[in-house]
């Protein structure tokens, strides 16, 4: 059976995408393929999201902010996109979601925990929407 395949868009993709993908790496294993990337990429991950990710046992500060690739978008069966607007690609026949949260740029540790536990709980439901069996 195809295991599906997510990408995680924003626009820096340097914390909200970041945070989606590594809770879908987590939750789905090897039942998911996921990607991760930003219609124009930041230098590096906000220091925030990797602090709020690690208390949650998630180390993502070796990530770095990519740029989208025609291919991902066109490999993924469901695109999440969140805060790009009209800076991500559409293509058509794929199945878009998008996720209205607050970009943890520049925002205090507390504000990014809230958004972090509002993806860990989206990224459950989307799993289990696509038939994902989670770890």
Not at 19 to 43: D, I, L, T
Not at 59 to 77: F, G, L
Not at 99 to 106: E, M, Q, V
Request: net charge neutral; with cysteine.
């Amino acid at each position: 059976m195809k295991r599906p395949v997510i990408l995680f868009l924003c626009v820096h993709n340097a914390g909200r995408s970041q945070m989606a993908a590594a809770f879908a790496r987590q939750m789905g294993g090897e039942h998911v393929v996921v990607h991760s990337a930003g219609s124009a990429p930041g230098e590096t991950l906000n220091p925030a999201v990797v602090r709020a990710m690690a208390e949650v046992g998630l180390n993502i500060a070796h990530e770095r902010p990519r740029k989208v690739t025609d291919q991902m978008a066109r490999d993924a069966d469901v695109v999440v996109t969140m805060g790009c607007g009209d800076a991500c690609p559409l293509y058509p026949g794929k199945r878009y979601d998008d996720w209205d949260l607050t970009d943890p740029a520049g925002q205090s540790l507390e504000v990014v925990r809230g958004v972090r536990d509002e993806i860990d709980r989206r990224v459950g439901e989307l799993l289990r929407s696509l038939g994902v069996t989670l770890s």
